[in-house]
Structure formats: C-alpha cells, structure tokens
C-alpha cells in the first residue's frame, strides 16, 4: 500500500463532520461490488485484469491506522481477522489537535500545492515531518504572492 494524502484528508474531514462510518460503509459495500464482478467475470471464463480490483475500503482502514500510529486520531482500535480482513474494535474516532492541524494544510490547496511542489521539486518524499517544516515557508510564499 502507498500513502495517498487526499485519502488522509478525506478521512479527516469525514471524522469532522462525523460521518466515517457511512463513508466507511460505502467504501466496503463498493469493494465488495468490485470483488464480485470480478469473480463473477472469473467463473464465466470472461477476460478479467490479472489483478483483483483495488481495495479501497481496506486501504481506508490502513490509513485510519497510520493516522492512529501517528497520534493525528484517537480512540480507533483495529484487529485483523484470520482471513485477512478487518475489523475496527472501537469506534469512538477523533480528531487530535495535531490531526486537525494536518487537516486544515491537506485540505487547503494552495498550501499543499505548495508543499507538494516543494517535495517534489527537491526530491524528497512528502512525510508528516516534512509538511510541519515546510508550513512556516509555504505561507511566507504565499503571503508574498
């Protein structure tokens, strides 16, 4: 799995506006769908992709994790089943002070324009370290526009 900020971001601003779990809910009931079709094509000797569709609810649920990991939410308890699926074993989610201040540079797109730019333009991956020390900079760019 790769790290993708805008789905760092989309979950923070659904744990805002409390509604993860129907976001949560609706990524499963689409890679659900997906896998089925898949199979379905599979069994009848259609011609499928070589790889089952992408799992969008179970790289939600990673994501949730790393944020976990990371101290940006709180209150998320995840187990993983024997069959390789998840299970979320609290569901009280929160935001921290510092998940909120993630958000708000993730959500803002002339911020995290510019500190994807600047990643990219010095060749260095975007991390968590990375953006706290670019934010001071990516105002002072944008405040001299």
């Known amino acids: 799995m790769r790290r993708n ?3 760092i971001g989309t979950l923070l601003r659904e744990i805002e506006e409390d509604h993860l779990w129907q976001f949560l809910e609706e990524l499963k009931a689409k890679q659900s769908e997906a896998e089925r079709e898949y199979l379905d094509q599979q069994e ?4 499928v992709s070589e790889k089952m569709p992408e799992r969008v609810y179970d790289h939600a649920i ?3 994790e790393l944020l976990a990991d990371a ?9 993983q ?9 609290q569901r009280d989610v929160r935001i921290t002070m510092s998940g909120y201040d993630l958000k708000e540079v993730i959500n803002n797109q002339k911020l995290w324009s510019r500190i994807a730019g600047k990643a990219k333009d010095i060749g260095v991956a975007v991390t968590c370290e990375f953006i706290k020390a670019m934010i001071p900079e990516a105002i002072k760019m944008l405040i001299d526009e």
């Open 81 to 89: 089943t024997v069959d390789g699926r998840y299970t979320i074993i």
């Open 44 to 47: 009848a000797g259609l011609p």
């Open 5 to 7: 900020w805008y789905l």
């Open 62 to 64: 990673r994501h949730l």
């Open 71 to 79: 101290g940006y939410i709180k209150n998320f308890d995840l187990r």
